[in-house]
């Protein structure tokens, strides 16, 4: 057993050497898988920070219901049991125009424009939180508000954060249709490299089914390059994502307190480095296994 | 131990290599091939190291029918032969001594044991000093004992060798012979092809003569 694993350790060491021999070729070769694996799998990342921010938008919709400016006391308390009633509603909170205006000159910093104003431009308003539901539901509910009397303006906060969580998933699907042509690229680079291996390595090949090398013996070799090159790649395209990240992430924090939030990117979890790493093995093992399957039964010993 | 029964050998194009051969060859016997260039030498060794199938007839080594043997057993068959190939088929981009290193590697021995044993067969042919060096910088006979080397190392029961001393001069090729009768010595079947007669002096060594595919005759050295 102790043998077995040696000889394999052994044959792992030839072909990593054999990558990095001649050097250049070898680290532009990984770079090349690393930049075509880092496309795709940057964008997934970038994808996966937007779904999570949209997602914690998204997650309480609010509707809020701007009162005409003539509503009376009782035309308020009427609306608050009509909504209060509502299947569709969870709770709600009343906010009066006064209170809106204050809120106003604090959140903004516009105390001076709003306290030269000589009366309150800002009408009553409800703030309706809707049961969890989808998309449609919330615009049914919101039709029907819009629909009542001394309703003058309904506006559906989470709507733009469905869109654009649909918009995601179009975008997921594009990366996914990108991963995949630039996995076949991949796969393409590690068949074309072991190619070229197996022609510059033909008399070795030869020699050795003359003395009795099994298929698995001389295929060996190969399949260990293309899966260290393939992971090494893997990890090329890794290090590329977290130092794009990294660099991303200063400008961001100075943008993101421009408008008073905080936000970074986070850079891949641990599983899905894994998966990463595993996958652009995966990927140059398969590479090399085809071509090895192609190429070496057309070399015979004469 | 190889037994050649009625082979016929016609490569693509219609040349027939060989005709109607039939011959045995027992274990532990030393015998040589002889003939012109053309003569079919490298082809029956060819066959009987299943490089070539023939077409019709029988090769059998240890009682297995070569010519019929399924890609998978082919290397089993080859580890049991040493073969010196007539153009040495050295590897130039390892040392002499990794060169010799193969076979073991191919079987899978572990590193202790295949070090003793390269070194072993690198000394029996007299190449211990240059295990370091490139097989380019060798000389011709020299490149033929590594060759010779490669094809011991594994302690094959046969050794075939196709023309061995081909372009050497005498006393390389004397050496060359004499180590060949010190494998005979130790019991290994040895078929070696020449078309150098002056190396057949032995007395009582059979010789297998073939002309334009067919064997003329098999006897051995008159004492």
């Known amino acids: 057993m102790n043998r077995i694993i040696a000889q394999h350790l052994g044959v792992l060491r030839a072909a990593t050497r054999r990558i990095f021999n001649p050097p250049l070729a070898g680290l532009l070769n990984i770079l090349v898988i690393g930049i075509a694996l880092s496309l795709p799998a940057g964008m997934y990342v970038l994808l996966q920070n937007a779904q999570g921010l949209v997602q914690q938008l998204s997650g309480t919709p609010q509707i809020s219901v701007f009162l005409s400016m003539d509503a009376k006391a009782d035309d308020i308390e009427k609306l608050r049991k009509q909504f209060a009633q509502h299947p569709a509603v969870d709770h709600l909170e009343f906010v009066p125009r006064d209170q809106a205006l204050q809120q106003l000159k604090q959140s903004t910093g516009l105390a001076d424009v709003i306290g030269g104003l000589e009366k309150n431009p800002l009408p009553d308003a409800f703030v309706i939180h809707p049961k969890p539901g989808n998309a449609q539901s919330l615009d049914t509910l919101r039709n029907e508000i819009a629909n009542l009397p001394k309703v003058e303006q309904v506006q559906l906060d989470s709507a733009w954060a469905y869109k654009l969580e649909a918009l995601l998933r179009f975008a997921t699907l594009a990366v996914l249709i990108l991963a995949s042509l630039l996995s076949l690229a991949l796969i393409a680079v590690t068949f074309n490299t072991i190619r070229l291996q197996i022609l510059t390595q033909r008399d070795e090949i030869e020699v050795a089914k003359l003395i009795g090398a099994s298929n698995g013996f001389i295929r060996r070799p190969f399949l260990y390059f293309g899966a260290m090159q393939g992971l090494l790649g893997g990890i090329a395209a890794y290090l590329i994502i977290t130092a794009s990240l990294a660099l991303l992430n200063r400008p961001l924090a100075t943008l993101s307190q421009l408008y008073a939030s905080q936000f970074t990117l986070h850079s891949l979890s641990a599983g899905d480095s894994l998966s990463l790493l595993l996958f652009s093995l995966y990927l140059g093992w398969l590479g090399a296994w085809l071509s090895v399957a192609r190429h070496l039964a057309q070399i015979e010993p004469r | ?223």
């Open chain 2, 1 to 223: 131990m190889i037994s050649f029964n009625q082979v016929r050998k016609r490569y693509p194009g219609g040349f027939e290599a060989l005709s109607n051969v039939s011959f045995d060859i027992a274990q532990g016997e030393m015998a040589f091939l002889t003939g012109h260039s053309g003569a079919g030498k490298s082809t029956l060794l060819k066959l009987i190291a299943a490089i070539e199938r023939p077409n019709s007839g029988s090769v059998l080594v240890n009682n297995q029918n070569v010519g019929v043997l399924k890609a998978g057993a082919l290397p089993f068959l080859r580890r049991n032969l040493g073969i010196i190939f007539q153009d040495h088929k050295l590897l130039f981009d390892r040392n002499v001594f990794d060169n010799v290193l193969l076979p073991l590697q191919i079987c899978g021995f572990d590193h202790r044991e295949s070090t003793k044993r390269v070194r072993a067969a690198l000394d029996k042919v007299g190449l211990l000093k240059r295990e370091k060096s490139n097989p380019i910088a060798l000389s011709g006979g020299e490149q033929q004992r590594l060759c010779i080397a490669r094809a011991i190392v594994n302690r094959p029961s046969i050794l075939l060798a196709d023309e061995p001393t081909g372009n050497l001069d005498a006393d390389y090729a004397q050496d060359i012979m004499a180590i060949f009768k010190s494998f005979h010595q130790v019991g290994v079947t040895l078929l070696i092809s020449t078309h150098d007669a002056g190396v057949l002096q032995d007395p009582g060594v059979r010789v297998l003569n073939l002309k334009q595919g067919m064997l003329q005759s098999t006897h051995a050295m008159p004492s």
